[in-house]
């Protein structure tokens, strides 16, 4: 009788555990019902796009001379340094003359002398002319005394040649500035033997500035089709400067394997100093409609590249692939795959599935 009675005790005890964790689960929740993920979108609006395109630049002198002496020697006095403002014509820097001078003086002698000869020759050349007139010596004897005149002459155009010559490198011992401008650099020092044609200054002629820049290949055909240019510099950013393309590099910087180009400044002022950083715009127009979405807008899918389109009664969201175009700042142009008026998730792409039902948030001020 015990043995039955805790049997039952048994039997009571798990019926009542078995019901009390039963009790204990949680109920079950239906996957019927659609998972809605909020996303931002923008509607796309096909027209042709306004862009613009910076490069930075330095400016540059047009014409930047190295200025060196005809002759050799040594340079004895410099009188400008870097940064100094020069005119056409003044005087820069001089190399000992004194070797210089003294061919000029021998020179000077020697023509005196061949002068000498030559008066001494076209008076003896006269006065056989006459003696040959009245039959007083030959004709041979007459052309003797012709040929020693026309050597002599020969001769004296030879030593006023060589004077000359002499008088003009001594005139080359000083170095005159060929135009207005500044010196940017100074390559040779008082006491310093100079060779012939070696620089001792460099000159930048102020008269024409511009802008060097460097393009990439994929932009050399836009550039080469800009009439004007945009130019602004870092200093004075209130200033508003037009350029000109003047030349564009026919090879491309072996390291940077960009192409250097030189935007000249149409009205540069007074403010305009070599060297300034500055900024060259261009403004073009797409040569047909596109729209622009932001670059999170974009799906990988495989090796295309695709969007997510909001279905405008259902709110489901479906992938479509989409051709794209250039990208510009943040944004990308879509040229083909999309329609005016549709909407295309631009936040939370990574999360979406196919024909996904969505909610729009409000869009971001």
């Known amino acids: 009788m015990n043995n039955l009675s805790t049997i039952i005790s048994l039997s009571l005890l798990s019926l009542f555990l078995l019901f009390t964790l039963t009790a204990c689960e949680p109920p079950t929740i239906s996957n019927d019902v659609p998972e809605i993920?909020?996303?931002?979108?923008?509607?796309?609006?096909?027209?042709?796009?306004?862009?613009?395109?910076?490069?930075?630049?330095?400016?540059k002198a047009r014409y930047l001379t190295p200025l060196g002496f005809r002759l050799a020697g040594k340079l004895v006095e410099r009188k400008v340094d870097v940064g100094d403002e020069i005119k056409a014509g003044q005087l820069l820097a001089r190399i000992d003359p004194t070797d210089y001078r003294l061919s000029v003086l021998s020179s000077?002698?020697?023509?005196?002398?061949?002068?000498?000869?030559?008066?001494?020759?076209?008076?003896?050349?006269?006065?056989?002319?006459?003696?040959?007139?009245?039959?007083v010596i030959s004709r041979t004897e007459f052309e003797t005394y012709q040929t020693v005149y026309n050597t002599t002459e020969a001769r004296l155009k030879q030593?006023?040649?060589?004077?000359?010559?002499?008088?003009?490198?001594?005139?080359?011992?000083?170095?005159?500035?060929?135009?207005?401008?500044?010196?940017?650099?100074?390559?040779?020092?008082?006491?310093?033997?100079?060779?012939?044609?070696?620089?001792?200054?460099?000159?930048?002629?102020?008269?024409?500035?511009?802008?060097?820049?460097?393009?990439?290949?994929?932009?050399?055909?836009e550039l080469q089709q800009a009439t004007n240019f945009e130019i602004s510099l870092w200093a004075?950013?209130?200033?508003?400067?037009?350029?000109?393309?003047?030349?564009?590099?026919?090879?491309?910087?072996?390291?940077?394997?960009?192409?250097?180009?030189?935007?000249?400044?149409?009205?540069?002022?007074?403010e305009v100093y070599l060297g300034m950083t500055a900024t060259v715009s261009l403004q073009q127009v797409t040569a047909k409609a596109v729209a622009l979405i932001p670059l999170t807008a974009l799906y990988a899918q495989g090796d295309k590249s695709a969007v997510w389109v909001v279905d405008a009664k259902t709110y489901q969201v479906k992938l479509v692939p989409v051709q794209l175009g250039e990208f510009y700042e943040n944004q990308?142009?879509?040229?083909?795959?999309?329609?005016n008026g549709q909407w295309v998730v631009t936040a939370g792409t990574h999360k979406l599935y196919e024909n996904q039902t969505v909610r729009l948030l409000a869009p971001e001020t």
């Open 236 to 270: 004075y950013p209130q200033l508003k400067l037009v350029g000109k393309w003047r030349e564009i590099s026919p090879n491309a910087d072996p390291v940077t394997r960009t192409y250097q180009v030189r935007v000249t400044i149409l009205n540069s002022p007074p």
């Open 108 to 135: 000077k002698a020697e023509v005196n002398a061949v002068q000498a000869d030559f008066d001494k020759a076209s008076a003896d050349l006269q006065r056989y002319a006459n003696l040959l007139k009245n039959n």
């Open 332 to 339: 990308v142009m879509v040229l083909s795959g999309l329609q």
């Open 159 to 221: 030593a006023k040649a060589l004077l000359d010559v002499d008088e003009n490198k001594a005139n080359y011992t000083d170095l005159h500035a060929v135009a207005d401008g500044i010196v940017t650099e100074v390559l040779a020092e008082e006491g310093e033997v100079i060779a012939q044609g070696q620089p001792v200054i460099r000159l930048a002629q102020l008269q024409e500035q511009e802008i060097a820049i460097s393009i990439p290949e994929n932009r050399l055909t």
């Open 37 to 59: 993920r909020p996303v931002r979108a923008q509607s796309i609006s096909f027209e042709k796009v306004r862009k613009t395109i910076s490069y930075a630049g330095e400016v």
